[in-house]
């Protein structure tokens, strides 16, 4: 109870806050001593600001939470007040309905990651893994269902419910059996290969108006995907390389909404020639 008030909102005890301590004195010496940064319990050795184990990438996951509010919400003007509905007040755009969820689960993803970046405890972590396999299993779903013109509900059904299953089964076990981490990765980087590519083929194939976006998101995202798989020591304890992929994501999601909302009403204009 001694302890500043956002110390213990963090759940910094004494305990921990004795390892934090520990870790920088033991990391002062071997950098006099001329040796490389090492990880404890699996993490960098990160300077904390008020608290927050790592502040660069609570940050950055704080703007690409912003920018995912600001693309669904834009989003969500445009399809409603905007562009032309059926008389059922229901959007010509048979896709309104999955970029809605895609949007919600891309906002809760950011913010758990923002959550677990500022305080690292078994929950924050499980929430973060978890949240972050739920929006790339869906992201998958959406590139199937977008890709090959998916339309019909029972043939959105036959796409998601295997891969739905899988993500859910993936869940529950890093939640409940083992997290995994190296599976984890595995599974992630597959998911996320796999959509690129999906999206890269069809950009190529379909000559949508833009293309050139997705072309941009893709390379980007790849290239992205490397600082997650080359891993480095912060930079003065502050940024590393997960830091800068959560930059990397701030410009790419906002491209990427962009996108979307051209794709809303290139579909529209599109149903509307046909209906005339």
Same mark, same amino acid.
């Given at each position: 109870? @001694?302890?500043?008030?956002?110390?213990?909102?963090?759940?910094?005890?004494? @305990?921990?806050?004795?390892r934090?301590?520990?870790?920088?004195?033991?990391?002062e010496?071997r950098?006099?001593?001329g040796?490389?940064?090492?990880?404890y319990h699996?993490?960098?050795?990160?300077?904390?600001?008020?608290?927050?184990?790592?502040? /660069?990438?609570?940050?950055?996951?704080?703007?690409?939470?912003?920018? @995912?509010?600001?693309?669904?919400l834009?989003?969500?003007?445009?399809?409603?007040?905007?562009?032309?509905?059926?008389?059922?007040?229901?959007? $010509?755009?048979e896709?309104?309905g999955?970029?809605?969820?895609?949007?919600? $689960?891309?906002?809760?993803?950011?913010?758990? =990651? !923002?959550?677990?970046h500022?305080?690292?405890?078994?929950?924050?972590?499980?929430l973060?893994?978890?949240?972050?396999?739920a929006?790339?299993?869906? =992201?998958?779903?959406? !590139?199937?269902?977008r890709?090959?013109?998916?339309?019909?509900?029972?043939?959105?059904?036959?796409?998601?419910?295997?891969?739905?299953?899988?993500?859910?089964?993936?869940?529950?076990?890093?939640?409940?059996?083992?997290?995994?981490?190296?599976?984890?990765?595995?599974?992630?980087?597959a998911?996320?290969i796999?959509q690129?590519?999906?999206? !890269?083929?069809? /950009?190529?194939v379909?000559?949508?108006?833009s @293309?050139?976006?997705?072309w941009?998101?893709? $390379?980007?995202?790849g290239?992205?995907?490397l $600082?997650?798989?080359?891993?480095?020591p912060?930079?003065?304890?502050?940024?590393?390389?997960?830091?800068?992929?959560?930059?990397?994501t701030?410009?790419?999601?906002?491209?990427?909404?962009?996108?979307?909302?051209?794709? /809303?009403?290139?579909?529209?204009?599109?149903?509307?020639?046909?209906?005339?």
């Open positions: 109870m @001694q302890e500043p008030l956002y110390l213990r909102w963090k759940q910094w005890d004494c @305990q921990s806050d004795c934090y301590h520990c870790m920088l004195s033991r990391e010496e950098e006099k001593l040796e490389k940064p090492i990880k699996g993490k960098w050795p990160f300077q904390r600001i008020y608290g927050i184990q790592e502040p /660069a990438s609570v940050v950055f996951s704080a703007l690409n939470l912003s920018v @995912q509010f600001h693309g669904w834009s989003f969500f003007i445009l399809v409603y007040y905007k562009l032309p509905l059926k008389a059922n007040r229901g959007t $010509l755009y896709y309104t999955l970029w809605h969820i895609y949007g919600l $689960l891309s906002m809760n993803s950011w913010f758990w =990651s !923002a959550v677990f500022s305080r690292d405890v078994e929950l924050t972590e499980k973060d893994y978890s949240s972050a396999v929006l790339l299993g869906f =992201s998958l779903i959406v !590139a199937i269902m890709a090959f013109n998916v339309r019909e509900e029972a043939a959105r059904v036959m796409v998601a419910a295997p891969l739905i299953a899988f993500v859910t089964t993936h869940i529950l076990y890093l939640n409940f059996y083992k997290l995994d981490y190296g599976l984890n990765m595995k599974v992630c980087v998911m996320a796999a690129l590519l999906i999206w !890269a083929v069809w /950009a190529g379909s000559r949508h108006p @293309q050139r976006k997705v941009v998101v893709v $390379l980007g995202g290239l992205a995907m $600082l997650e798989l080359y891993d480095f912060p930079y003065q304890g502050l940024v590393d390389a997960h830091a800068l992929w959560h930059a990397s701030i410009p790419l999601s906002y491209l990427w909404w962009s996108f979307i909302r051209d794709d /809303a009403e290139h579909r529209t204009t599109t149903l509307l020639k046909k209906a005339k």
